[in-house]
């Protein structure tokens, strides 16, 4: 049987919300049926209406929808919340002090004070926060861990991770530019927290390295711009290894270019994600590997989520969906009150304020002259 959802905001005209829901389709474990999907009222109950959704289940309040669906005998088990920044702690609060499981993009929140009052929340409920860092799904990714955790490249000395993007190199207007570079909305962090985190999750994931303390340089080049359009990071890892980050959305020429390095003792491991279904691997002394999805020399980590033969391209939608199949997987064992199988990784609260504590720390070092500055 589906497990059922609900969803706040992804009404008409926003972006995240559509990737979420074709991610839960994918995989038959989830069904949507219930949504706050706007803030306005008019708008939340037309795109219900759009959705299929029942018109007695199409909330105009996510408060509302909380008390509602936790009253009912078949309420949902899990909420989506697919807002803008600061609109994150409010519903995922609501929802957790309701006894409903939350899935939740990222970042976690725009403040620190938003990100500990959903941790504090978490904790009372027990209940499952799962943050939608959705590169951690990507097969490839899931295979570079399993290597590194293995030892394939030996000692970790050097991690550089990038994502850059050119959209916002000149002053932009519409509904996804303009929350992104409104501090009100997007938090302090602009460029850092939209997708430095997904860099810094990646990079934690990938080489399950915990970063000691860092040194940030942030820009807003874009004249007039309230929060930062590009980063410079350097990391220090605890165990000695070192890292850089570069964050950018007015990097001219590049679309959506999340790309990582990881390199040991041993060997080195390359990834890109607009290409996600190669990796190349290369041990010292030897001639470099290209590794594919599900092809020769693939692992466990790796096939575990791949959906269709090698050669047939997986991407961004099937990384979601893999977030939405293990968050499903982990909501029926606690429901249950059974231990997580091995193998079932979601990003969690834990990753979420690891994300603010880095934005946090990017913003105190850069404001500092580029300081070494301590996470957390």
């Not at 069904?31 to 999907?37: D, P």
């Not at 509602?68 to 609501?94: C, F, K, L, Q, Y």
């Not at 009150?337 to 979420?352: M, V, Y």
């Not at 990017?362 to 300081?371: L, Q, T």
């Amino acid at each position: 049987m589906k497990l059922k959802l609900g969803m706040v905001g992804g009404g008409q005209g926003a972006f995240i919300g559509g990737v979420h829901r074709i991610a839960a389709r994918i995989d038959g474990q989830w069904e949507l049926i219930a949504g706050a999907l706007s803030s306005d009222a008019e708008r939340a109950k037309a795109s219900a209406s759009d959705l299929g959704i029942a018109p007695e289940r199409a909330y105009t309040d996510y408060e509302d929808m909380a008390k509602a669906e936790a009253a009912r005998s078949d309420g949902i088990d899990a909420v989506a919340i697919v807002t803008p920044n600061h609109m994150h702690a409010g519903p995922a609060v609501a929802f957790l002090r309701a006894g409903i499981h939350v899935i939740c993009d990222k970042p976690l929140a725009a403040t620190p004070e938003q990100a500990e009052e959903i941790a504090k929340a978490q904790r009372d409920s027990g209940k499952l926060f799962i943050l939608t860092h959705n590169y951690t799904g990507y097969p490839l990714v899931r295979q570079a861990r399993e290597m590194v955790a293995r030892g394939d490249l030996g000692e970790l000395r050097v991690v550089h991770v990038e994502y850059v993007q050119d959209w916002l190199a000149e002053e932009t207007t519409g509904k996804q530019a303009d929350w992104r570079v409104d501090p009100q909305r997007s938090g302090a962090g602009g460029c850092v927290g939209d997708i430095g985190t997904h860099a810094f999750n990646l990079a934690s994931f990938v080489t399950g390295l915990k970063t000691d303390k860092l040194a940030a340089d942030l820009q807003a080049f874009v004249p007039g711009r309230q929060v930062d359009d590009n980063v410079h990071v350097m990391l220090r890892f605890a165990g000695g290894a070192r890292g850089m980050l570069w964050a950018s959305q007015v990097a001219v020429g590049n679309e959506n270019a999340l790309r990582l390095r990881v390199h040991g003792t041993q060997g080195g491991i390359e990834w890109a994600q607009e290409n996600p279904n190669v990796m190349t691997f290369t041990r010292f002394g030897q001639p470099k590997q290209i590794l594919t999805r599900g092809g020769a020399g693939s692992t466990e980590a790796g096939n575990r989520v791949t959906r269709i033969p090698p050669g047939h391209p997986e991407g961004y939608l099937e990384g979601f969906a893999t977030i939405y199949n293990e968050a499903a997987a982990m909501i029926r064992h606690a429901d249950r009150g059974e231990a997580l199988p091995k193998g079932l990784h979601a990003p969690n609260i834990t990753d979420g304020l690891e994300g603010m504590h880095f934005i946090s720390a990017c913003i105190a070092s850069s404001k500092a002259d580029g300081v070494w500055t301590p996470l957390g």
